[in-house]
């Protein structure tokens, strides 16, 4: 908990000290009040104090800043993202997979007064400590072919390496396994259809690789923990 968010600097500073740290904080209004040097250097500011009160909607498209908007939602609300997968903005004109968590942030009082994250890149190594190196073949081969129906199997021959050395290499780097990555890359891509298309969610569903609406819907909703359709209006549930 923080006294207020005039306090979170501080809070947070010891974050700096965390190779390859991307952090930020955010107000209930979305205004940042706090980023770390990676962070803010991503947006090509030259200090913290440029970024300050600034929103997504300066930074970033508006089809990633909605995206955004709905994770805020769920943890203005108390919830909690824990390693997602991310297509986000890794420089002023470039984007690249981050896994990110963000959590609330809490007064004394216990309510909800802003929003905190971090991220970390899996595209390419910022520290030797942070190398995905093992997993840029099979990463690469999931991004082109999530849509169909690929199998660990595929993969793993894709790579030249068995299906056991594959998902050591999964839960080693990312915690998870590869038909978990696998699900996520699709929701991703389907999240950004649902904001970005008028496409019905069936059809988005077939085309980012679910067998059906109904599958594609609970899987969606239970990940982003709303509704394609909830998603699409703007991030909060009816």
Same mark, same amino acid.
């Given at each position: ?8 600097? %501080? ?22 009040? +706090? ?21 997504? !909607? ?9 995206? !955004?908007?709905?994770?805020? #939602? ?18 002023? #004109? ?11 942030? !809490?007064?004394? %009082? ?30 690469? !081969?999931?991004? #082109? ?5 690929? $199998? ?27 038909? %978990?990555?696998?699900? #996520? ?6 999240? $950004? ?17 679910? $067998? ?7 899987? +969606? ?18």
């Amino acid at each position: 908990m923080v006294r207020d968010l005039a306090s979170v600097h %501080q809070s947070l500073a010891v974050l700096e000290l965390i190779p390859g740290t991307h952090a930020w904080a955010k107000d209930r209004e979305g205004r940042f009040v +706090f980023g770390s040097r990676l962070f803010f250097e991503r947006f090509g500011f030259a200090s913290m104090e440029a970024l300050l009160g600034k929103t997504d !909607y300066d930074l970033a498209p508006a089809e990633m800043v909605q995206s !955004y908007r709905v994770d805020d #939602e769920l943890v203005l609300g108390g919830g909690v993202i824990t390693d997602r997968l991310e297509l986000i903005l890794s420089g002023p #004109e470039t984007v690249g997979w981050f896994l990110t968590s963000k959590w609330p942030i !809490y007064d004394p %009082q216990g309510q909800v007064i802003g929003t905190f994250g971090i991220s970390r890149s899996i595209d390419e190594s910022e520290t030797s400590a942070l190398s995905y190196q093992d997993l840029r073949v099979p990463i690469n !081969y999931i991004g #082109e072919h999530f849509a169909s129906n690929i $199998s660990v199997a595929a993969i793993a021959s894709a790579c030249n390496i068995s299906v056991s050395a594959l998902e050591r290499r999964f839960r080693k780097h990312l915690k998870k396994t590869p038909r %978990q990555y696998i699900n #996520e890359v699709r929701l991703e891509h389907a999240r $950004s259809l649902l904001l970005k298309t008028r496409k019905s969610v069936g059809t988005i569903a077939l085309e980012t690789g679910f $067998s059906d609406h109904s599958h594609f819907t609970r899987a +969606f909703t239970k990940y982003f923990g709303l509704s394609p359709r909830d998603a699409r209006r703007g991030g909060s549930a009816e």
